[in-house]
């Protein structure tokens, strides 16, 4: 059976990040033989592409204006907990450092710049649902 894996769709090219541009990558050899179902969480969640930057802090998702976005950040994670069951995926490939799918680093709610440890909404949700996470930080220190 081929493995599905759920990936960040601005990691395919999809112009659907906070500024409205993506972030494509060559796809490894090796993965050539799985299924990659891409997804953004943050427009799965009601979010307009672009859209103000935003950070965690202290648990709840702000734009850099100072408004609370939190719910369309979970509602985001639960559509893409969707897919991934929907697709029977068992990893995810998700975009380095963002509110929704940054794992082990992201930035941490000053809209300075500066990194802390965390992860973000939707890599959380799919993570606590046993699917395994693929940081593309990670990803990209191996190549």
């Known amino acids: 059976m081929k493995k599905t894996w759920i990936i960040s769709a601005c ?3 999809t112009p659907c990040r906070y500024d409205g541009k993506s972030c494509p990558f060559e796809i ?3 993965w050539k033989d799985i299924e990659l179902v891409p997804v953004c969480p943050e427009v799965l969640g009601g979010l307009p592409v672009p859209r103000t930057p935003s950070e965690i802090r202290e648990g709840k998702v702000y734009f850099k204006s100072g408004e609370d976005v939190t719910e ?3 509602k ?5 907990l969707e897919i991934a069951r929907k697709n029977h995926a068992d990893a995810a490939v998700l975009k380095s450092k963002s509110p ?3 794992y082990g680093r992201i930035y941490d709610g000053t809209f300075t710049g500066n990194l802390t440890e965390g992860k973000g909404i939707t890599a959380k949700r799919l993570e ?3 699917i395994r996470i693929i940081s593309f930080e990670e990803f990209e220190k191996t190549k």
């Open 28 to 30: 490894p050899d090796e």
């Open 72 to 74: 369309f950040f979970r």
């Open 100 to 102: 929704s799918c940054g």
């Open 11 to 13: 990691l395919l090219g």
């Open 76 to 80: 985001g994670a639960l559509k893409t």
């Open 128 to 130: 606590e649902n046993g």
